[in-house]
């Protein structure tokens, strides 16, 4: 079973940046898009940005304009450019791929990322 493996998180200070990557422990085929959700402490979780393999991007009201998301098809790997980072932006943030192969997705573990005002 192939696994997403996110790195990039931490902590940091309001206005920093910080970018999440999201790579699969195998190859995944056919991919139709990715995408970014976090959760807030004692929050849903909820959609921060979507790609899909064509590279149409979509995203939530509160982070356009900071947030942009991409893809390195050769690498398999999808990022999340976080910048002008808000303390409200705290959360743990899941990558998510849907691929024709397993339309339900895979998800990752999900990293935590921490702004401090």
């Known amino acids: 079973q192939v696994e997403l493996v996110e790195s990039g998180g931490g902590d940091v200070q309001a206005g920093g940046s910080l970018r999440l990557s999201c790579t699969p422990s195998?190859?995944?085929?056919?991919?139709?898009?990715t995408a970014w959700y976090r959760q807030p402490p004692g929050k849903q979780r909820e959609l921060v940005a979507r790609?899909?393999?064509?590279?149409?991007?979509n995203y939530a009201d509160s982070v356009k304009g900071r947030f942009t998301i991409s893809r390195d098809n050769a690498k398999d790997t999808a990022y999340l450019q976080m910048n002008s980072l808000k303390p409200e932006d705290t959360a743990v943030y899941s990558c998510?791929?849907?691929?024709?192969?397993?339309?339900?997705?895979?998800w990752g573990q999900g990293i935590q990322v921490t702004v401090s005002s």
């Open positions: 195998g190859r995944i085929w056919n991919i139709i898009d």
């Open positions: 998510h791929v849907v691929a024709s192969t397993n339309f339900a997705g895979y």
């Open positions: 790609i899909t393999h064509s590279g149409s991007t």
